[in-house]
């Protein structure tokens, strides 16, 4: 590990040419945004007039405005059912794929389309097939004889979004899992084979066992996107003013910030979300150090 | 019942389960192509042959208030230049932490992975209210500029392929008298191709698929990017009730990555998969 390139006389000067970008980033970029982002957070600032000092206030909305909380409590219902269902939906995808039959890459290539492809352009034609009298899925659901339902409707939306957004993530999990599932060793499954362990037992005691590092890389992926999710949210549930049938924090934050000019109140929810996340991390490390199998 | 009989029924199983997720997968896409070529009184049809086949969503394109040549050409401006941004600064940055020795060079490592954890959210503002006073929302500058001072995640990719490379060559390159820059830009750049191509495919497809930066710094047509001129005009047609002509503008705009997509599939896959495994 120690070895390392030494630099020669002013080659010094060239190493930290190269680093100047990512130093300033670091500076100014990071360092400075969370700063300023803290700052901004107890102050009241519309940008047009002079800023002034707000206190607590923006912090103490959070817990008592019922749009911010409900912003938040939406964000979390969202995180809740989004993260668990990409991690198990791409995994059962992958231990499908991992098997040897033919034309594995094709459905590979299947699975991935939407991971590659805009939120935005494929929201527009969701925002079709959930179509209350015109979508094709209301339309199959009256073939089997069920009642349609209004998707997009307040009641619903958050789980059609939901929906959506893990159908944009199977391909990448897929993928991870994928990686994860091929890096264990043929001989554990065919030791087991001989020792007569059934399919359901070889995949409890040898798969996901060992395939802990990726679900739990995947979960922390999942997680911050979850916290981020904000193209299909904004295209399937947007109304006017800048409101939402689904209003999650990111949303709440450009609501604050870009349509009522509250940059104060839209930073302290900035502050929110990065707390929490940051939160989640230290927990996920933890279960990590308890219950992830490296080998 | 017998093991190879087992297998059969196993496998079929898994076709069966894989061929209803695939069609689940590309379904929605299958149906944006129909709809693009149905004429707009059958777009409501729930056949996905066209009952007519016609062109004439394409050509309408043209024709509405949105200038759909200039989003291109902006979505295609900006996400080059954010490109061309990150894989500079990254590699050069990768390169320092990877090859050479210096002092402090863990702690810089720790603390620009820590910014990973920094949600877009939080810089967004303070950006916005910087450009703002320097006159620049509006245009593309607040866009790609930020591209050009590195990133945590590109220089983690890089980083881990170039540790890859053989040490030797460097030794080799040494004892020839190549400097810290030769070493950089004759080694290490052309042999981690493979990364910095992993590397451009993510940063272009996530610059042409951002939503929320051009929302905030190009908020208004017609001069923004592609995702925020469809977000516009799905209001806009969603009224006319023209949806064969908003499909055709969806599909119109996925079409280059799908494109690039399908030559540079590995690299996608395998990018993934290096982002996410040798950690």
């Not at chain 1, 030791?191 to 060992?210: H, S």
């Not at chain 2, 008298?177 to 910095?196: T, V």
Request: charged content about 10%; some cysteine; aromatic content about 16%.
């Amino acid at each position: 590990m120690e070895y390392g390139l030494k630099p020669l006389g002013r080659e010094k000067f060239w190493l930290w040419a190269l680093l100047t970008p990512t130093l300033i980033g670091l500076l100014f970029g990071a360092l400075g945004s969370v700063i300023a982002t803290l700052l901004l957070s107890f102050a009241k600032w519309d940008l047009l007039t002079p800023p002034s000092w707000a206190g607590i206030v923006n912090y103490v909305n959070l817990f008592h405005d019922e749009k911010l909380l409900l912003s938040l409590t939406n964000t979390i219902k969202f995180t809740a059912l989004y993260v668990p269902g990409v991690v198990i939906i791409s995994l059962f995808v992958a231990v499908l794929m991992n098997r040897k039959i033919r034309g594995v890459s094709l459905f590979r290539t299947a699975y991935f389309l939407p991971a590659v492809t805009s939120a935005v352009a494929t929201a527009l034609v969701w925002n079709m097939i959930y179509g209350r009298d015109t979508g094709i899925l209301n339309f199959i659901l009256e073939r089997f004889g069920l009642q349609p339902v209004c998707w997009l409707c307040t009641e619903n939306a958050m789980y059609a979004v939901i929906i959506v957004n893990i159908w944009g993530a199977i391909g990448e999990g897929m993928i991870i899992f994928l990686a994860g599932l091929t890096a264990i060793p043929r001989e554990y499954y065919e030791a087991a084979e001989m020792d007569g362990a059934n399919g359901f037992n070889q995949f409890f005691r040898i798969t996901l066992p060992l395939v802990t590092p990726s679900i739990f890389f995947q979960t922390l992926i999942s997680t911050i996107n979850a916290f981020q999710a904000y193209d299909y949210i904004y295209m399937l549930t947007r109304r006017g003013q800048g409101d939402s049938s689904v209003p999650v924090v990111v949303f709440s934050i450009y609501r604050n910030a870009w349509n009522f000019f509250n940059y104060g109140g839209a930073s302290a929810q900035a502050i929110e979300l990065t707390v929490i996340v940051a939160a989640l991390m230290a927990f996920y490390f933890w279960l990590e150090r308890r219950y992830v199998v490296y080998e | 019942m017998t093991r190879p009989n087992q297998k059969i029924i196993l496998d079929f199983v898994c076709y069966a389960l894989l061929l209803l997720g695939a069609v689940l997968m590309v379904g929605p896409f299958l149906w944006m192509v129909s709809t693009s070529f149905k004429l707009p009184g059958d777009q409501f049809t729930k056949t996905l042959i066209p009952p007519t086949f016609t062109f004439d969503n394409f050509r309408e394109l043209f024709s509405v208030d949105i200038s759909f040549p200039l989003l291109f050409w902006n979505s295609a401006y900006i996400s080059i230049l954010t490109t061309v941004g990150q894989l500079l600064t990254c590699a050069m940055a990768a390169f320092c932490f990877a090859v050479v020795k210096f002092k402090g060079r863990e702690l810089l490592f720790t603390l620009l992975l820590l910014t990973l954890l920094i949600p877009p959210q939080v810089t967004l503002i303070p950006d916005f209210i910087i450009f703002k006073y320097l006159h620049l929302i509006g245009t593309s500058v607040p866009l790609w500029l930020p591209a050009f001072w590195g990133g945590a995640f590109g220089t983690f990719l890089l980083r881990q392929y170039f540790l890859t490379i053989p040490r030797d060559l460097v030794d080799a390159a040494r004892v020839d008298g190549a400097s810290l820059i030769q070493i950089f830009w004759k080694i290490y750049m052309p042999l981690g191709k493979p990364a910095l191509a992993a590397l451009a495919i993510f940063t272009f497809q996530g610059a042409w698929n951002d939503l929320l930066h051009p929302l905030v710094y190009m908020p208004s047509v017609p001069n923004t990017m592609l995702t925020v001129g469809l977000a516009f005009f799905q209001q806009q047609m969603s009224h006319g009730g023209k949806f064969t002509v908003l499909m055709a503008g969806a599909l119109i705009s996925i079409l280059p990555l799908l494109i690039v997509f399908f030559f540079a599939q590995k690299l996608f896959i395998e990018g993934i998969a290096l982002s996410g495994v040798k950690r």
